[in-house]
C-alpha cells in the first residue's frame, strides 16, 4: 500500500535529464524550498504576530497590508549587511558552524511524509534516521561557540551541547513508544498505519491509555531540542546576550534563526507523524457524512501535516512567550530525574498494552 | 553563610539542594575565567560592570564597576541655585522623577523652615505614589524579562504608560518632571486629574492581580528565586539597605511610617513584610513580592489622598515658594522613602550665597548594589541575573 501512494514521487524519481537524476533533485528540493518560505516568512511574521497579540501590541504594520511583507523586508536588509568575521574568531570554524547547523536541521525533512503521495525518501529506518540526525546541530553549535572567541557564546556552546544530548535520551525513547505501537521505524508506514474511517480515533495518541505520557515528553523534550522556552538558555539573552550565536551578523545570522525555525517545523512534524496521525485527516466518517474520505488524499495529507504542524508550532510560541526560563541545573534536573525515568515507564507499560492489549 | 566562604578558594563544584548549596567535590584543578559582565550586557539594567571570577558557571566572585553614568550631580549642585537642582535630582532615578524631587524638596524646605499649602501636600503625595507604582512597575517587568519571562514586561509597560500619561498631563513631561518645586508645585493638577487618577485606581487593582498570577503563579519564575540571593535581617542593616530591600530582609522599616513626612502620618496603609510562607524570607522571591504588594498600599495612599484632599479653591501652587532662596547658615539632612529605599539629601549652606556649598545624596541603589559581593558568591550566572534583577538597580542613581 505504501509504495502505490508513493507512485507519484518514484515516478518523478524516475525523471533523468541527459543522464542527470533531475527528479531526484526535484524531489528532495521541494520540502526545502517550501519549508525556507514558510520559516522565513510565515514562521517569522506569525511569532512576531502571536507574540504582539499576547501581549496586547500589534507587531510589524508598515510593510504591506498587516506587515506581511515585513520579513522579505528583513531578508533584503540582512543580505545587504557586511559579513562581519570578527579578527579574533577561528575563522574556519566560525562559517562552517551555521552552515552544519543549518544542513543538520534540514536533513530530517528528506524522511518526513509530507503526504500520501509525497515523501523525500521512504527509508525504512527513517524515524531513526530523524532521530540521529538533529544531533549534527550540535556540531555546529558547538563550531559557532568556540569558533566566535567570545566567553558568552562559548557558555551558550557548552550549554547547548549538554542540553541537546541529554535531552535526546528521553525525546528518543518516547518516539520509540510510538514505533512500538506501529511495528516500523518508516515514517510512511507509521501514517499509513494510523489511516482509518474514524479518523482521530486511529492516531496513536488515543489508541492506548498510555500514549499521551509519551506524546508528553517528546513534546516537552524536543521543546529543549530546538532551544525553544522554556528551554532557551543556550540562547538566554538576558544571561548570555545571545549565546552561541553572540557574534554573528549578516547572512550568517539569519541562517542561523532559519535553521532554528526548521528545526521547530521538524520537531513538529515527527511528534504530528509518530502520535497525530500525519497527513492523516482526524475527521470521522459520521454514517453517510464520510468527512474522513472526503479529506483525505495527497492534497488533503499535506495540508493536514502542514496545519498539524503549524498547531505545535503555534504552542512553541505560545509557551515561549509566557514562561520564564529554567536554569541550567533545573533543566538537566528535568531531564534525568524526571523525563527520562517517566520515558522509561512509559515504554515499559506501552510493551506491556502492545503485547497483551491486542 | 559559613559553607559559602569556603566556595571563594574557587576549584569547587556545587548543587544546590532546597535552600542550600551543597559542595559536591573540592579542589578540583579547573581553570578560573574572567567574564566581563557589562557594561553592555542586557540585564546588568544600566551601565553596570561586574567583573566576574568564574569557575564553570559558578560565580566565585562579582565585583561591581561602577562610574559609566558618572555626571557630577554633587558637584554641579554647588554652582547652581537651589531651585535649578530640582531637574537634577529627576536624573537621579529617572524611573521615579518625582520621588527624587519630593525628597530633595522636602531637604531645602527643611533647611529654610517652611511651610507649604496643605493641597501641595496633598498633590505632591498622590504624584509620588502614582510615580512608585510605575517605577515597582518597571522593576517587575525587567525583572520577568531577567528570568526569561518577556510578555509581564510588556502588560507592566502597558499600565506604566497610563501613569506616564497622568504625569505628562499634570507636569508636561514624562520622565523628568520638574513639578515638585522647593514650597510647593510648579502648577496646580489638571481639572479633571482627580478623577482620572481615580478611574486609573480602579483600571489597575485586576491588573496587578493579573500581573501576580502571570509571575509569581508560575512555577519556573518561583524556582528561579525562591531562596535565591538570601540577605539575612542583620547583614541587610549593617550593609545599610533600605526600601524594598530591607523589607524583603523581613526588617519592618519604612521612612513613610518610621520618619514620617509630609501627609503621610494622616494616611493609613500598610508596611509590607514578606510573610514567609511563600518565599524564604531575604531571597530574590521576597523582594518581589514585596515590590508587588507596595503597588497595592500606594493605590490606598493614591485613593485616602483624593478623598481628603482639599478643593482648588484659592489654592495658588506657588503661594509659599520663596522669591529668593538664600538660606541660614547651616546643614540639614533629610530623606525620604523612594521606590528603590532611602533617598538622603544632606545639604550645607553658608548663609551668604544662593547655592548649596555641599549637596550630597545619598542613594538608595548605591547601597543596596554593595552587597552584591556578598550575594554573588557561589551563585550561578541564571542566579547572578536574577539578583541583579531583585536589587532593582537604576544606574542614574547608582553613578549620580
Known amino acids: 500500500m505504501g509504495n502505490s501512494l508513493n507512485a507519484w514521487s518514484e515516478a518523478l524519481v524516475g525523471f533523468n535529464l541527459l543522464g542527470l537524476p533531475l527528479g531526484l533533485i526535484i524531489l528532495a528540493a521541494i520540502p526545502l524550498v517550501f519549508i525556507a518560505l514558510y520559516s522565513l516568512t510565515y514562521g517569522v511574521y506569525g511569532e512576531r504576530k502571536i507574540s504582539a497579540f499576547m501581549q496586547d501590541r500589534l507587531g510589524p504594520m508598515e510593510v504591506g497590508k498587516w506587515g506581511i511583507l515585513q520579513t522579505i523586508a528583513d531578508i533584503l536588509k540582512l543580505i545587504q549587511k557586511e559579513d562581519i568575521v570578527p579578527t579574533s574568531a577561528d575563522k574556519f570554524l566560525f562559517v562552517i558552524g551555521p552552515g552544519i547547523l543549518f544542513v543538520g536541521s534540514f536533513l530530517a525533512y528528506a524522511v518526513l511524509p509530507f503526504s500520501p503521495a509525497f515523501i523525500g525518501a521512504s527509508l525504512n529506518v527513517g524515524l531513526y534516521y530523524a532521530i540521529g540526525i538533529v544531533a549534527i546541530e550540535v556540531v555546529g553549535i558547538l563550531a559557532a561557540g568556540w569558533g566566535s572567541n567570545n566567553k558568552w557564546s562559548l557558555y551558550g556552546a557548552i550549554r547547548s551541547v549538554a542540553q541537546i544530548v541529554s535531552y535526546e535520551i528521553p525525546a528518543a525513547i518516547a518516539l520509540l513508544c510510538g514505533a512500538m505501537m506501529a511495528g516500523t521505524l518508516d515514517m510512511q508506514q507509521i501514517n499509513v498505519l494510523q489511516s482509518g474511517a474514524y479518523g482521530f480515533v486511529h492516531f496513536y495518541l488515543f489508541q492506548s491509555p498510555i500514549a499521551w505520557l509519551p506524546f508528553l515528553i517528546y513534546f516537552i523534550a524536543s521543546l529543549a531540542e530546538v532551544n525553544r522556552a522554556p528551554f532557551d538558555i543556550p540562547e538566554a539573552e538576558s544571561e548570555l546576550v545571545a549565546g552561541y550565536f553572540t557574534e554573528y551578523s549578516g547572512m550568517k545570522f539569519a541562517v542561523i534563526f532559519l535553521a532554528e525555525y526548521g528545526s521547530m517545523f521538524m520537531v513538529s512534524a515527527i511528534i504530528s507523524v509518530v502520535f497525530l496521525g500525519g497527513w492523516n485527516s482526524p475527521l470521522p466518517n459520521l454514517g453517510s457524512l464520510a468527512l474522513n474520505d472526503w479529506t483525505n488524499g495527497p492534497v488533503w495529507g499535506a495540508f493536514w501535516m502542514i496545519m498539524k504542524g503549524f498547531f505545535f508550532i503555534f504552542i512553541q510560541m505560545w509557551l515561549r512567550w509566557t514562561l520564564p526560563r529554567l536554569r541550567v541545573d533545573q533543566l538537566m534536573y528535568l531531564c534525568w530525574k524526571v523525563l527520562t525515568p517517566f520515558a522509561f515507564i512509559s515504554f515499559v507499560l506501552t510493551a506491556i498494552w502492545e503485547i497483551y492489549v491486542p | ?400
Open chain 2, 1 to 400: 553563610m559559613q559553607e559559602l566562604d569556603t566556595i571563594g578558594q574557587g576549584s569547587v563544584r556545587v548543587t544546590r539542594k532546597s535552600d542550600k548549596l551543597v559542595i559536591l567535590e573540592k579542589d578540583l584543578a579547573t581553570e578560573q575565567m574572567v567574564l566581563a559582565m557589562g557594561p553592555q550586557h542586557p540585564s546588568t539594567h544600566g551601565v553596570l560592570k561586574l567583573e566576574c571570577l568564574t569557575d564553570g558557571e559558578v560565580i566565585t566572585e562579582a565585583i561591581p564597576v561602577l562610574g559609566y553614568l558618572h555626571r557630577c550631580f554633587e558637584k554641579c549642585c554647588e554652582n547652581i541655585d537651589y531651585p535649578a537642582v530640582v531637574p537634577y535630582t529627576d536624573r537621579l532615578d529617572y524611573l521615579a522623577g518625582m520621588n527624587s524631587e519630593f525628597a530633595y524638596a522636602l531637604a531645602v524646605e527643611k533647611l529654610l523652615d517652611i511651610e507649604i499649602p496643605r493641597r501641595a501636600e496633598f498633590i505632591r503625595v498622590i504624584v509620588a505614589e502614582l510615580n512608585r507604582i510605575a517605577s515597582h512597575l518597571v522593576a517587575i517587568g525587567t525583572y520577568g524579562i531577567d528570568l526569561g519571562a518577556f510578555t509581564p514586561f510588556l502588560f507592566c509597560f502597558r499600565d506604566r504608560e497610563i501613569i506616564l500619561g497622568l504625569l505628562e498631563w499634570a507636569s508636561g513631561a514624562r520622565m523628568l518632571y520638574n513639578y515638585i518645586w522647593i514650597g510647593g508645585l510648579a502648577c496646580d493638577v489638571p481639572a479633571d486629574f482627580l478623577k482620572r487618577v481615580r478611574e486609573f485606581v480602579t483600571y489597575f487593582r485586576p491588573k496587578a492581580v493579573e500581573l501576580q498570577e502571570l509571575l509569581t503563579g508560575n512555577e519556573i519564575f518561583v524556582k528561579r528565586t525562591h531562596g535565591i540571593g538570601i540577605m539575612p535581617a542583620d547583614v541587610a542593616i549593617n550593609y545599610g539597605w533600605s526600601g524594598p530591600m530591607l523589607r524583603g530582609s523581613g526588617v519592618k522599616w519604612d521612612l513613610r511610617r518610621n520618619d514620617p513626612y509630609s501627609v503621610y502620618p494622616e494616611i493609613d496603609f500598610k508596611v509590607v513584610v514578606p510573610d514567609g510562607k511563600h518565599s524564604v524570607i531575604g531571597d530574590c522571591l521576597s523582594r518581589h513580592l514585596v515590590r508587588a504588594a507596595e503597588m497595592e498600599e500606594s493605590l490606598k495612599i493614591i485613593e485616602q489622598c483624593i478623598d481628603k484632599i482639599p478643593s482648588s479653591e484659592g489654592f495658588n501652587s506657588r503661594s509659599a515658594i520663596p522669591k529668593r532662596i538664600r538660606p541660614k547658615a547651616g546643614e540639614v539632612y533629610s530623606r525620604a522613602e523612594n521606590p528603590r529605599g532611602e533617598l538622603g539629601f544632606y545639604i550645607e549652606s553658608d548663609g551668604k550665597s544662593t547655592k548649596p556649598i555641599r549637596c550630597k545624596a545619598r542613594s538608595s541603589c548605591f547601597v543596596n548594589l554593595s552587597a552584591m559581593k556578598d550575594l554573588s558568591k557561589g551563585q550561578l550566572i541564571p542566579d547572578l541575573v536574577a539578583i541583579i534583577g531583585s536589587i532593582d538597580i537604576v544606574l542614574g542613581e547608582v553613578d549620580r
